[in-house]
Protein backbone atom coordinates (compact mmCIF):
# COMPACT_ATOMS: atom_id res chain seq x y z
CA UNK A 1 0.00 0.00 0.00
CA UNK A 2 1.09 3.28 -0.78
CA UNK A 3 2.05 6.48 1.83
CA UNK A 4 -0.96 9.31 1.48
CA UNK A 5 -0.34 12.36 -0.05
CA UNK A 6 -0.48 15.37 1.71
CA UNK A 7 -2.31 17.69 -1.31
CA UNK A 8 -3.15 20.75 -1.78
CA UNK A 9 -6.17 21.82 -4.09
CA UNK A 10 -6.63 25.30 -5.24
CA UNK A 11 -10.18 25.47 -6.61
CA UNK A 12 -12.39 28.25 -6.35
CA UNK A 13 -15.57 26.47 -7.64
CA UNK A 14 -17.30 25.49 -4.67
CA UNK A 15 -18.99 21.85 -6.31
CA UNK A 16 -15.26 20.98 -8.24
CA UNK A 17 -13.71 21.59 -5.02
CA UNK A 18 -15.89 20.23 -2.74
CA UNK A 19 -15.56 16.74 -4.85
CA UNK A 20 -11.76 16.40 -5.37
CA UNK A 21 -11.53 17.39 -1.78
CA UNK A 22 -14.23 13.95 -1.14
CA UNK A 23 -12.49 11.62 -3.13
CA UNK A 24 -9.07 12.41 -2.62
CA UNK A 25 -10.14 11.93 1.26
CA UNK A 26 -11.72 8.66 0.34
CA UNK A 27 -8.73 7.20 -0.84
CA UNK A 28 -6.67 8.06 2.21
CA UNK A 29 -5.05 11.16 1.78
CA UNK A 30 -4.80 14.68 3.34
CA UNK A 31 -6.07 17.52 1.62
CA UNK A 32 -6.25 21.39 2.32
CA UNK A 33 -8.37 23.27 0.14
CA UNK A 34 -7.70 26.50 -1.00
CA UNK A 35 -10.23 28.63 -2.73
CA UNK A 36 -8.15 31.47 -4.12
CA UNK A 37 -4.55 31.82 -4.89
CA UNK A 38 -4.23 33.87 -1.39
CA UNK A 39 -5.14 31.35 0.35
CA UNK A 40 -2.64 28.94 -1.69
CA UNK A 41 0.10 31.04 -0.71
CA UNK A 42 -0.62 31.14 3.05
CA UNK A 43 -0.86 27.16 3.24
CA UNK A 44 2.16 26.96 1.21
CA UNK A 45 4.13 28.97 4.01
CA UNK A 46 3.38 25.39 6.06
CA UNK A 47 5.08 21.93 5.97
CA UNK A 48 5.24 20.77 2.32
CA UNK A 49 2.60 19.34 0.17
CA UNK A 50 3.48 16.28 -1.97
CA UNK A 51 0.92 17.83 -5.03
CA UNK A 52 -1.01 20.89 -5.73
CA UNK A 53 -3.73 20.86 -8.13
CA UNK A 54 -4.37 24.36 -9.56
CA UNK A 55 -6.54 26.03 -10.86
CA UNK A 56 -5.89 28.22 -13.72
CA UNK A 57 -8.63 30.36 -13.54
CA UNK A 58 -8.33 32.05 -10.65
CA UNK A 59 -10.38 35.38 -9.43
CA UNK A 60 -7.39 36.56 -7.57
CA UNK A 61 -4.68 35.52 -9.81
CA UNK A 62 -3.75 32.67 -12.87
CA UNK A 63 -3.11 29.84 -11.10
CA UNK A 64 -0.39 29.23 -13.98
Do not use: C, K, Y
Not at 6 to 27: C, F, K, M, S, Y
Amino acid sequence: MSTPARILVVEDEPNVGRTLTERLTAEGHSIEWAHNAGEALNASAGPPFDLALLDVGLPDQSGF
